[in-house]
């Protein structure tokens, strides 16, 4: 079979071929996705068209989509040309599934809908349609694909596991990111010598060996090169072709003028009408025959067509007009003058005036220099697209339009809003582009911090070290007191602070910070400010950000966002309830809007606290969710806190080659950047192994690197919630005396900050490391705090105290605090003290058993999660909404969890998880 042959064998492609039929034969029992990559012409198409064969023959439900250079600028619509097919059942999904969607393809009104939910919509709508006979998706030229349709399918591809449906994608080499990114790749190679000579010779039989011998070695096992380049060799003549320097003239190229050589010998009508069709971005003829006569001077039909028909550069039905080939399409406008591109542009803008959005695309495309009309429309056009949720587009729209503003400040500003968008995509490399752009043009006082902001703002402030925490106030003052920007003020002394918090600041940087962001005027409990005073001064401004967070919490209605905020400084000043109780209330909200970058943040902010807290079974789904949405939505340092609290949970569980594994994992991410916070969390999962395993020598040497100023794991706000920990080390280490400094430090914190976390370990240390005379009135001082929250905590104090009294010849009385210890650190699943505090029982004359827990190291991460939604009563649609899953994936998941947790009905996983989550 040759590239265009529709037979159903393919030289030299029996892996290829196995590899995709084997996945599309398991459609119906699973799903899953693949892109096959390769260079121009190496037969992906090819691969694709037997793929869909084989789906025709099992009877699967097929969707298809083509990316186009052409239309890579019209949001969503690869996206729209795959669902199409089935977009009347959209009306089955939850409203504000259906909404987003609807918005996204521009026929429903409403806000702008975030990606991931119009993802999430996209997922469920397919799994709908699947659920009869199975789906296979194809998508080709996905390189090509519009970037919202883009990072929607990858979203999609990503979940596609327990739904029967299976998602094939051809993209080219050379295309960094879209669809191709993160998922499984099939590498399409270049022909062995055997197979391209088969296909040379099945294409053009009878050629004399010389010829044969250049054309073969010419196309170097590319089959649309042993396609094509025979054609262009028989255009030429009978004489040979001249000798090629491969090396000097890529392939692509050589391909490219094999196909503009075709279009030379064509009538002007045909050229115009390829031309056209080439600057198009659609495939529609009446578009093509409409415009066409603008650039051919006269007339034209459908039958100039037939000539480049006959020479299969296009393939023309009643409706619409297709290349055979990308390369002919890029080729067709490389050979035409530019004038003739403009003339095509300006007259394809015409033809399709009641589209606005094409309309001003093409209406760009025929600019020769700046133009303030076209570069309005454009802006507008970037305001409609945000409308659908495809912030790409927008910025891409924004950008053009500041490249064709006749004033320089204007363009300034465009190209500078346009780099605010990018910035809330992640994208770096687009942010700096724009940036140098609007510099080129000039920027003011203001426009320069704007330029600021966005350079500091990647990576939580740590991707560009030129502009540090003090310098930043420094523009921030300015910009307040002389702009009147108290917006851009916040913004940068939140980039300031991060870097307070994610590095070593110094004190003086940190203190600046500090004094700008409260000469500002907002109010004391304003959210913004209460974040930046925790992240850049968590011991010194503690106190003012709890009794802010207390104030706030008072009041009713705050939105998902600022409850997120204000999650984040509770952790950081050490108010893990607080913390708990904001994030968690912030997630479902979060999920609903689809905002998965502030969901992410949430549920790292929730495990870093499970992690203190030893809360396995909310922290470790936690942690395991935050890390993969970290993953999805770029935030690398996220990624490492996750798996940081999840090395910290691994440890309390007794875990310890997982700890180990995952600490690494961690530091591997923080390493590089210096990131203090996940530096000292890996740390600190170190740390707690070795206490689990009773290596306290090794606790205490591991531990104590948190607090040495001079070390890359020592944090001057997180080193305070790890005291117990370094002390329970110490002291069965023989380092009391040691750790005294530490202590006497931390003590001198905590008369600066009422941080609950430094104030519960400092009661553990004062009773632990007193002496025997003072130590049981701590002891009872710590006992009788307020600590029913920190259950952890509490059971360690009971423990250490349990120890002390029957070191004291007192074992009856050492029983109740063991007692409660080891109920506690059971319902918490920290085996290590659990069963630390049963051989005190049985050293006091107490035999303790083990109690089990079902199911807990049984369940994945995932699995239990699922498992405590389904057991608070919500559906597999609810659950599936909720963890951007299919509810077929739910049900599959649940299907597992049964026979783990020893169960037959849904009705007995309140019981089961009930038991499993308890304290």
């Known amino acids: 079979m040759t590239v265009d042959d529709p037979g159903p064998a393919l030289f030299g492609r029996e892996r290829e071929s196995r590899r995709l039929a084997e996945l599309v034969e398991s459609t119906r029992r699973r799903g899953g996705a693949l892109v096959v990559r390769g260079e121009a012409g190496i037969g992906k198409s090819a691969l694709l068209r037997q793929a869909r064969r084989l789906a025709v023959d099992l009877d699967l439900l097929i969707l298809s989509a083509t990316g186009t250079e052409a239309e890579a600028r019209l949001p969503f619509s690869g996206l729209h040309q795959l669902v199409r097919p089935v977009l009347g059942r959209a009306e089955e999904l939850p409203g504000p599934q259906r909404a987003a969607v609807?918005?996204?393809?521009?026929?429903?009104?409403?806000?702008?809908?975030?990606?991931?939910?119009?993802?999430?919509?996209?997922?469920?709508?397919?799994?709908?349609?699947?659920?009869?006979?199975?789906?296979?998706?194809?998508?080709?030229?996905?390189?090509?694909?519009d970037p919202p349709s883009a990072e929607v399918l990858a979203f999609v591809a990503r979940r596609l596991e327990a739904d029967p449906i299976v998602l094939l994608a051809a993209t080219r080499d050379g295309y960094a990111g879209g669809l191709g990114a993160a998922l499984e790749q099939l590498r399409v190679d270049r022909l062995d010598d055997a197979s391209a000579g088969a296909l040379l010779d099945a294409r053009a039989p009878g050629l004399a060996e010389e010829v044969r011998r250049r054309l073969l070695a010419e196309a170097a096992g590319n089959p649309l090169a042993l396609v094509e380049l025979p054609i262009a060799a028989s255009r030429r003549g009978a004489e040979p072709p001249e000798p090629l320097e491969p090396q000097r003239r890529p392939l692509t190229a050589r391909l490219e003028e094999a196909f503009a050589a075709r279009v030379s010998g064509l009538p002007e009508a045909a050229q115009a009408l390829l031309l056209v069709a080439a600057v198009n971005d659609g495939d529609a003829l009446a578009e093509a025959l409409a415009a066409?006569?603008?650039?051919?001077?006269?007339?034209?039909?459908?039958?100039?067509?037939?000539?480049?028909?006959?020479?299969?550069?296009?393939?023309?039905?009643?409706?619409?007009?297709?290349?055979?080939?990308?390369?002919?399409?890029?080729?067709?406008?490389?050979?035409?003058?530019?004038?003739?591109?403009?003339?095509?542009?300006?007259?394809?803008?015409?033809?399709?005036?009641?589209?606005?959005?094409?309309?001003?695309?093409?209406?760009?495309?025929?600019?020769?220099?700046?133009?303030?009309?076209?570069?309005?429309?454009?802006?507008?056009?970037?305001?409609?697209?945000?409308?659908?949720?495809?912030?790409?587009?927008?910025?891409?729209?924004?950008?053009?339009?500041?490249?064709?503003?006749?004033?320089?400040?204007?363009?300034?500003?465009?190209?500078?809003?346009?780099?605010?968008?990018?910035?809330?995509?992640?994208?770096?490399?687009?942010?700096?582009?724009?940036?140098?752009?609007?510099?080129?043009?000039?920027?003011?006082?203001?426009?320069?911090?704007?330029?600021?902001?966005m350079e500091s703002s990647f990576g939580d402030g740590l991707r560009d070290q030129k502009t540090g925490p003090a310098a930043l106030a420094e523009v921030a003052d300015r910009v307040a007191g002389e702009h009147g920007g108290v917006r851009l003020a916040m913004r940068l002394l939140n980039s300031a602070a991060l870097r307070c918090f994610w590095s070593q600041a110094g004190a003086e940087a940190r203190d600046r910070v500090v004094a700008v962001t409260e000469s500002l005027p907002a109010e004391a409990d304003d959210p913004d400010r209460l974040a930046i005073l925790a992240f850049a001064a968590p011991i010194e401004r503690g106190s003012v950000v709890i009794e802010g967070l207390r104030r706030i919490s008072a009041r009713a209605g705050a939105d998902a966002q600022t409850l997120r905020l204000l999650g984040s400084a509770a952790v950081i000043i050490g108010a893990f309830d607080q913390a708990e109780a904001c994030c968690a209330a912030s997630l479902a909200d979060l999920r609903a809007q689809g905002r998965l970058g502030s969901l992410t943040r949430a549920l790292a902010a929730l495990a870093w606290c499970a992690a203190h807290q030893a809360d396995l079974s909310a922290g470790v789904p936690a942690a395991e969710e935050a890390a993969q949405l970290a993953l999805e939505t770029s935030q690398p340092l996220f990624f490492g806190i996750a798996r940081a609290a999840a090395a910290v949970m691994a440890a309390s569980g007794g875990h310890s080659d997982r700890a180990v594994a995952l600490a690494a994992e961690a530091?591997?991410?923080?390493?590089?950047?210096?990131?203090?916070?996940?530096?000292?969390?890996?740390?600190?999962?170190?740390?707690?192994?070795?206490?689990?395993?009773?290596?306290?020598?090794?606790?205490?040497?591991?531990?104590?690197?948190?607090?040495?100023?001079?070390?890359?794991?020592?944090?001057?706000?997180?080193?305070?919630?790890?005291?117990?920990?370094?002390?329970?080390?110490?002291?069965?280490?023989?380092?009391?005396?040691?750790?005294?400094?530490?202590?006497?430090?931390?003590?001198?914190?905590?008369?600066?900050?009422?941080?609950?976390?430094?104030?519960?370990?400092?009661?553990?240390?004062?009773?632990?490391?007193?002496?025997?005379?003072?130590?049981?009135?701590?002891?009872?001082?710590?006992?009788?705090?307020?600590?029913?929250?920190?259950?952890f905590s509490r059971a360690r104090t009971q423990l250490a105290y349990g120890q002390w009294l029957r070191r004291q010849r007192r074992p009856v009385e050492s029983r109740a605090p063991l007692r409660a210890a080891r109920n506690t650190f059971d319902a918490l699943g920290t085996a290590p003290w659990a069963e630390r505090a049963r051989q005190e029982l049985r050293a006091a004359g107490e035999a303790s058993r083990v109690r089990p827990v079902p199911g807990r190291d049984e369940l994945t991460p995932q699995e239990l999660q699922i498992a405590q939604l389904a057991a608070q009563g919500l559906t597999n649609r609810e659950i599936g909404q909720a963890l951007y899953l299919s509810h077929r994936t739910v049900s599959t998941h649940l299907h597992n969890i049964f026979p783990k947790l020893g169960i037959t009905a849904r009705a007995q996983l309140h019981a089961i998880v009930g038991e499993i989550t308890s304290w």
């Open 292 to 453: 066409a006569p603008a650039v051919a001077g006269a007339a034209v039909a459908v039958d100039d067509l037939t000539p480049a028909v006959d020479a299969h550069l296009v393939d023309v039905d009643r409706t619409t007009i297709r290349f055979r080939h990308p390369l002919m399409r890029s080729a067709i406008q490389q050979r035409a003058p530019l004038a003739q591109r403009l003339a095509a542009h300006a007259a394809l803008a015409g033809v399709v005036g009641g589209q606005a959005d094409r309309r001003v695309w093409h209406r760009a495309g025929a600019c020769l220099g700046p133009d303030d009309v076209v570069a309005d429309e454009l802006e507008e056009a970037a305001q409609h697209a945000r409308h659908r949720g495809a912030m790409v587009t927008a910025v891409a729209a924004l950008q053009r339009s500041g490249q064709l503003t006749v004033d320089p400040g204007r363009s300034a500003d465009r190209l500078l809003r346009a780099a605010d968008l990018a910035v809330d995509l992640g994208r770096y490399d687009v942010v700096g582009g724009l940036l140098r752009e609007a510099e080129a043009r000039g920027l003011s006082f203001a426009q320069q911090a704007q330029r600021l902001w």
């Open 102 to 145: 609807l918005a996204a393809f521009g026929m429903a009104p409403g806000a702008a809908p975030d990606l991931f939910l119009i993802a999430l919509a996209v997922l469920n709508l397919l799994a709908e349609a699947a659920a009869g006979a199975g789906a296979l998706l194809l998508v080709e030229d996905a390189h090509w694909l």
């Open 667 to 791: 530091e591997q991410r923080g390493v590089a950047a210096a990131v203090r916070p996940v530096l000292a969390t890996a740390q600190l999962a170190r740390g707690r192994g070795a206490l689990a395993e009773g290596r306290y020598a090794d606790a205490y040497g591991e531990l104590r690197r948190m607090h040495d100023p001079g070390d890359p794991s020592f944090h001057v706000g997180l080193r305070c919630f790890c005291l117990t920990d370094l002390v329970e080390a110490a002291a069965h280490s023989g380092q009391r005396d040691a750790v005294v400094e530490v202590v006497f430090d931390l003590e001198a914190a905590g008369r600066r900050t009422s941080s609950p976390a430094l104030h519960a370990g400092l009661r553990y240390a004062r009773a632990v490391l007193a002496e025997d005379a003072r130590a049981e009135a701590l002891f009872r001082e710590a006992l009788n705090a307020e600590t029913s929250r920190w259950p």
